[in-house]
């Protein structure tokens, strides 16, 4: 791609707030399936997470006792909610799996602080239930454009209260499946799709806090490793797909998610065989159209070996579904503007070449013909079921401190927070930058992804919130689904050229000088490390780096000359002692 190139590219007018930095070009193209499926995931709701609304984990005395109460700005509070008295309730704190005292920081703590009063815990649910997700959502985001909704559903939604406490586990069931009828009596009013996946197991997929209960070990070992444990997930998806079937859903639930992120050491064998009989016990209930997506335990390019689900009679309509995101690690918080793009354009479509572990860009699968991967497969496609534009504030320590901050003063840290016009700016171009990548038009192999997650409570996390992008313009509105993402927006290198390197837009959370935290994989790729100049102006970059070489090279040849000196030097001075009979002693310290 010449400079030349990326300077003639034209503007378009949009609806946002933003200046537009579209690319329109003329070749307009659709996926296989014949439409591009692009959504929005509804977490944090029927399957609760602390960092997407941190006040319905900020449980007091009150709320245990059935007194219930909300927080300034708490987003799913009820009209005229009564604010807590942060001096009469009593927080409600124990020590973590990480040995803090804390609020409880998962499904599973959650239950344990309400003790024995289970009417309460129902109770601060439904309020939940009925008040985070509302009809006025869901046209909201048919508003943006989204054709699809991913709904992360717990694995004991259909259970009864009486049936967990039985088996001695400890969840909290209140309304999630009357939740879920609303949202697809929703759904099918505004024209639009229902995925749902399980988005937890037994024993924990993970060990993630989203798997229901947080461990200090990351591994799917406690599941895989426990027959008993696979087949209550295998009979999760049979009860729920039949429950959609025999509630005539279909219309509007037209694909199911097997299992969310089980963890890259998960038993293969034990994980294709449940692949297998988890298809077929959702194509037996929901019909052979149904779509069935898969998680590809964060190593995609094991799935691309010119075998799996290749068949395109028997496997249409499927997907292996890949999460992408580069706020966790902190190699990838620490970087710039272009440089966010550019780990898009390379490292998210093809794969780090220092990486030691298959292939993990979208363009890792999936194909007939690997390693050349030039025929996409007629049989299972790439999906990315879960993205963001946030960037440099590690969720989880960020989180700590709201929650000391409502321990402390009764209200959320940075619950009004405002996003600066450059950084909105930046954001814009990065969403267009994955949108683009993800979708793979080049390839073939691509056809759906999903924005996590459709909505945050206050403004610390606001990048991750969907709707609110939508609101300010940096996410751009969604086009009609037969149009290309690259035909609106331009590549990922052209999106990348615009971008403004302002590092100043960029606000890494924890400081790494202070917290240890996960480093990451090491960045190596030359278009990353070169700020895309390698890309857009490959011959500046090359004489720069014959500068710094033949620099290099001058200070190689200058120490190597230096060294062998001294060693002369060293050498006459022993031949010279030996000579006059004795050894020279070291001089005293003193």
Same mark, same amino acid.
């Not at 390698?534 to 970059?541: M, N, R, V």
């Given at each position: 791609?010449? @400079?030349q ?9 949009h ?12 070749v307009e193209s ?14 944090g ?11 319905q ?11 219930l109460?909300?927080?300034?700005g708490?987003?799913?509070a009820?009209p ?6 942060i001096?009469r309730?009593?927080?409600?704190l ?6 803090e005292i804390?609020? $409880? ?8 602080s309400?003790g024995?009063? &289970?009417?309460a ?5 439904n309020?939940h239930l ?5 009809e ?5 985001v ?9 709904v992360?559903?717990?694995h004991? &939604? ?6 967990i ?5 400890y969840?909290?069931?209140?309304q999630?499946?009357?939740a ?7 759904a099918?009013?505004?024209d639009?799709?229902v995925?749902?996946d ?5 024993g924990?997929?993970?060990g993630?806090?989203n798997?229901g ?6 591994s799917?070992k ?6 008993t ?10 009860q729920?797909t039949?429950?959609i079937a025999?509630?005539? @859903? ?8 097997l299992l969310?992120?089980p ?12 692949l ?9 209930? @929901?019909?052979?159209?149904a779509h ?7 190593q995609?390019? &094991?799935?691309?070996?010119g ?10 309509n ?6 992408y ?9 620490a970087?710039?503007?272009?440089q966010h793009v550019?780990l898009t354009?390379?490292?998210e479509?093809?794969? $780090?070449r ?13 194909f007939?013909?690997p390693p050349?991967?030039? &025929? ?5 496609r790439? @999906?990315?079921?879960?993205w963001?534009?946030?960037?440099d504030?590690?969720?989880?320590n ?5 929650m000391?901050?409502i ?7 940075e ?7 450059a950084?909105q ?5 990065f969403a ?6 993800y979708?793979?038009?080049d390839?073939g192999?691509?056809?759906a992804?999903f924005y996590w ?5 206050g403004g ?21 689904p ?10 990922c ?5 615009r ?34 100049q ?8 090359r004489?720069?780096?014959r500068?710094v070489?033949?620099?290099n090279?001058g ?8 060294v062998i ?6 050498a ?18 003193s």
């Open positions: 791609m010449k @400079m190139e990326l300077k003639d590219v034209r503007r378009l007018g609806d946002s707030v933003l200046p537009s930095t579209n690319v329109k070009k003329e659709t996926p296989s399936g014949g439409a591009w499926v692009r959504g929005v995931n509804i977490g709701w029927l399957l609760m997470e602390r960092y997407i609304t941190p006040y984990f900020a449980l007091t005395s009150c709320h245990v006792e059935g007194d109460c909300w927080y300034p708490q987003v799913n009820p005229n909610a009564e604010l807590c008295d001096y309730c009593k927080p409600i124990e020590e973590n799996v990480f040995g804390d609020y $409880p920081i998962d499904e599973h703590t959650l239950w344990k309400f024995e009063n &289970i009417q815990a129902e109770a601060w649910l309020h009925e008040n985070f997700i509302t006025d959502d869901i046209i909201a048919k508003k943006s454009g989204a054709t699809h909704v991913r992360p559903l717990a004991w &939604i259909l259970k009864s209260q009486e049936e406490t039985a088996a001695g586990d969840w909290i069931v209140g999630r499946w009357e879920f009828r609303r949202v697809v009596k929703w099918r009013a505004h639009l799709q995925w749902p399980i988005h937890t197991a037994p924990s997929q993970n993630f806090d798997s209960q947080q461990y200090t070990a990351i799917c406690r599941w895989s490793d426990n027959s444990h696979v087949a209550a997930s295998l009979d999760v998806i049979h729920v039949k429950a025999d509630e005539n @859903m279909q219309d509007v639930v037209t694909g199911f998610g969310n992120e963890f890259k050491d998960c038993d293969r064998e034990v994980y294709f065989a449940f297998e009989q988890g298809f077929d016990i959702v194509r037996a209930n @929901m019909g052979k159209q069935v997506y898969v998680s590809d335990l964060f995609p390019g &094991i799935f691309n070996d075998e799996w689900w290749l068949d395109a009679e028997k496997y249409h499927t997907y292996l579904d890949t999460h995101y580069q706020v966790f690690a902190e190699t990838t918080r970087i710039s503007p272009r550019a354009c390379q490292n479509y093809h794969h $780090p220092a990486s030691k572990e298959p292939a993990g860009g979208v363009a890792s699968c999936c007939q013909d050349r991967n030039s &025929i996409p497969s007629q049989g299972v790439h @999906m990315v079921g879960e963001s534009v946030a960037v504030t590690l969720p989880g960020k989180l700590f401190d709201i000391q901050n321990l402390e003063k009764g209200i959320a840290l619950l009004q927070r405002k996003i600066p016009l950084r700016q930046f954001l814009r171009n267009e930058a994955q949108m683009v990548t979708e793979m038009a390839k192999a691509g056809g992804w997650t459709v909505k945050m409570e610390a996390f606001a990048e991750w919130d969907y709707l609110r992008g939508i609101r300010e313009g940096w996410i751009p509105k969604l086009q009609a037969n149009v290309t993402s690259a035909s609106l927006y331009g590549t290198y052209e999106i990348m050229a971008t403004d390197d302002n590092t100043s837009v960029i606000h890494e959370y924890p400081d790494p000088d202070e917290v240890d935290t996960w480093l990451g994989p090491a960045l190596d790729d030359d278009v990353v490390l070169s700020h895309g390698s890309i857009l102006d490959p011959k500046e970059y004489n720069e780096h500068l070489n033949s620099t090279m200070w190689w040849v200058t120490g190597i000359a230096m000196l001294v060693a002369v030097l060293s006459y001075r022993r031949f010279r002692n030996r000579k006059s009979g004795y050894t020279s002693l070291p001089q005293s310290a």
